[in-house]
């Protein structure tokens, strides 16, 4: 697994054409509020070539990316946490994705309305902030009250958990996400059990006329200037190239990307940038059955690295042999690197570098 990213934004922005054309999963995409109602879920392999280069050297029978799972909830309206639109219902949705993804209208079209009549990025940003905190201080609110109740016991947690709550909601009550709360380890283990929205890390899609996808124009400008302070990236993304993208082979994708005068597709950059925001590597698994792609956070040991293969692999772990992606292609392979003794034996302590290529040894 790559990871799991919410799409939210306001009704008519793109949200389910560039869902559509990225998981090419063929869901409705109208030009009309709350086209989405019911969540649309879609995986998508983690493109990367290193995994097809190393696939090709070791001739493998089976080649297995990393997946992103994209979910796709209803658009939001000013007001939602009052019951407007289709209310806060579909929040529920996205509570246990790792990241999200606001997308923001930044592109003319008057065949395609706005809900607020009027192309204001900024405006749309912080309709979309301030729901998502009010759904927050909803939750909070509700679990403080069952928390008070529950330390009158006297229970030393409940009493520390009720602290933390309170200065919650007061964060929150000055219109402030959840995640600049500063807190302790019980603090950080309330946060992960109450899924808070605002506390989850947030990438920016600005959605472009097809024109603007090479420089940009001013509403984009404005969004990255609003957002510098979050340190949140921005993604430019052209939704029409991404549908017209979606249509095309490989080969003809690449052709178009180059007249578009583009490396890679819009989905390529989102996908690097949620990993670089939630802070992720890859390390693969190479072999004639099967060559693998595996997500791991930055930092990784190698026995935690073996975990996300089966926890058995980390528990039984007893060393792992690696050989760094760049190593393994220049000697065409494991036994390549080993003859020039690139290929070395790790132990627990070794952390797992983006691109290495590793065998875990371990006991059952």
Request: aromatic residues 6%.
């Amino acid at each position: 697994m790559g990871f799991r990213c919410g799409i939210v934004g306001l009704p008519n922005v793109g949200k389910s054409t560039i869902f559509n054309a990225m998981t090419s999963a063929g869901i409705e995409s109208a030009n009309y509020p709350f086209c989405t109602i019911e969540p649309n879920v879609g995986m998508v392999p983690v493109p990367d070539d290193r995994l097809t280069k190393l696939a090709a050297m070791a001739k493998t029978k089976k080649t297995v990316h990393a997946m992103m799972e994209f979910v796709d909830i209803a658009g939001l309206v000013a007001g939602a946490s009052q019951g407007e639109g289709l209310g806060n219902k579909f929040l529920g949705h996205i509570r246990q994705v790792d990241a999200i993804a606001h997308v923001i209208r930044c592109f003319e079209d008057p065949n395609i309305v706005h809900v607020n009549d009027t192309i204001d990025p900024l405006s749309d940003r912080e309709i979309i902030n301030t729901e998502l905190i009010l759904a927050d201080l909803d939750t909070v609110e509700r679990r403080l009250t069952k928390t008070i109740s529950q330390a009158k016991g006297g229970d030393k947690l409940f009493k520390a958990q009720v602290v933390i709550l309170e200065k919650l909601q007061a964060l929150l009550d000055e219109g402030k996400p959840a995640r600049l709360l500063e807190t302790d380890d019980t603090g950080s283990k309330l946060l992960k059990e109450l899924c808070l929205l605002s506390n989850k890390p947030v990438l920016y899609v600005a959605n472009v006329a097809e024109e603007d996808i090479a420089t940009g124009n001013e509403w984009v400008e404005k969004l990255k200037t609003a957002v510098a302070d979050e340190q949140a990236p921005v993604v430019v993304i052209s939704g029409a190239i991404e549908e017209e993208l979606s249509g095309l082979d490989p080969e003809e994708q690449k052709e178009y990307l180059a007249d578009l005068g583009m490396e890679t597709s819009g989905l390529h950059r989102l996908i690097k940038a949620g990993y670089d925001l939630l802070g992720l590597s890859t390390y693969f698994t190479v072999g004639e059955k099967e060559t693998r792609a595996w997500t791991i956070k930055k930092g990784a040991t190698a026995p935690e690295a073996a975990g996300v293969i089966h926890t058995d692999f980390q528990k039984g772990f007893i060393r792992a042999e690696v050989v760094a992606y760049d190593d393994f292609v220049a000697c065409g392979g494991e036994a390549g690197a080993k003859d020039k003794g690139l290929w070395r034996l790790e132990g627990k302590e070794y952390i797992v570098q983006d691109g290495d290529c590793v065998n875990f040894r371990f006991n059952v």
